[in-house]
T-cell receptor
Framework: GENVEQHPSTLSVQEGDSAVIKCTYSDSASNYFPWYKQELGKRPQLIIDIRSNVGEKKDQRIAVTLNKTAKHFSLHITETQPEDSAVYFCAASNSGNQFYFGTGTSLTVIP | ETGVTQTPRHLVMGMTNKKSLKCEQHLGHNAMYWYKQSAKKPLELMFVYNFKEQTENNSVPSRFSPECPNSSHLFLHLHTLQPEDSALYLC??????????????FGEGSRLTVL
């Protein structure tokens, strides 16, 4: 089955700096890669996603890149703000209802 | 109320108790899921239901028993649990094929503690 690895497990950045979280996957059939944000005590929520026919996608301060050859994808947050502090999860899916999640990255943005 | 709601939010039970977690979605989705979230581990898929039919069961112990009476409601019946079952149990819903439509909608979770 699919194996998704996520790094780093914790990340602290100064407000205004950029944050990058990286994930790798093992199954070349995976074709959909969402990112979820989970604030403390709250539910995970989708923030951005990318499909295998696209190399990069951007939505305001967040962007995701995908390298299918190397089987890795990354989340980039620019101009970080304290409200970006949360746990971020990457996931991979090869269609259907089976999502494989990473172990999460706890991001702290220091004011 | 909209979205995905879970009850109870917190549950403490002994190993011999029987309890149930409830999930309800008001989004008109056809697929519902149970995930287990433990510290420093990936979200673990437990069960998936499509149109009330169970389509995934990821080798979950029989002490966890799901029930999906209709496409809006999902239950997780708990019986003779172990302390290592203590975790946050998240319910989610999506259109039939989430990877095509793009999103899992999660509930806020039920925090379970087994003594």
């Amino acid at each position: 089955g699919e194996n998704v690895e996520q790094h780093p497990s914790t990340l602290s950045v100064q407000e205004g700096d950029s944050a990058v979280i990286k994930c790798t996957y093992s199954d070349s059939a995976s074709n959909y890669f969402p990112w979820y944000k989970q604030e403390l005590g709250k539910r995970p929520q989708l923030i951005i996603d990318i499909r295998s026919n696209v190399g990069e996608k951007k939505d305001q301060r967040i962007a995701v890149t995908l390298n299918k050859t190397a089987k890795h994808f990354s989340l980039h947050i620019t101009e970080t703000q304290p409200e970006d502090s949360a746990v971020y999860f990457c996931a991979a899916s090869n269609s259907g209802n089976q999502f494989y999640f990473g172990t999460g990255t706890s991001l702290t943005v220091i004011p | 109320e909209t979205g995905v709601t879970q009850t109870p939010r917190h549950l403490v039970m002994g190993m011999t108790n029987k309890k149930s977690l409830k999930c309800e979605q008001h989004l008109g989705h056809n697929a519902m899921y149970w995930y287990k979230q433990s510290a420093k581990k990936p979200l673990e898929l437990m069960f998936v239901y499509n149109f009330k039919e169970q389509t995934e069961n990821n080798s979950v112990p029989s002490r966890f028993s799901p029930e999906c009476p209709n496409s809006s409601h999902l239950f997780l019946h708990l019986h003779t649990l172990q302390p290592e079952d203590s975790a946050l149990y998240l319910c989610a819903s999506s259109q039939e094929r989430a990877a095509n439509t793009g999103e899992l909608f999660f509930g806020e979770g039920s925090r379970l503690t087994v003594l």
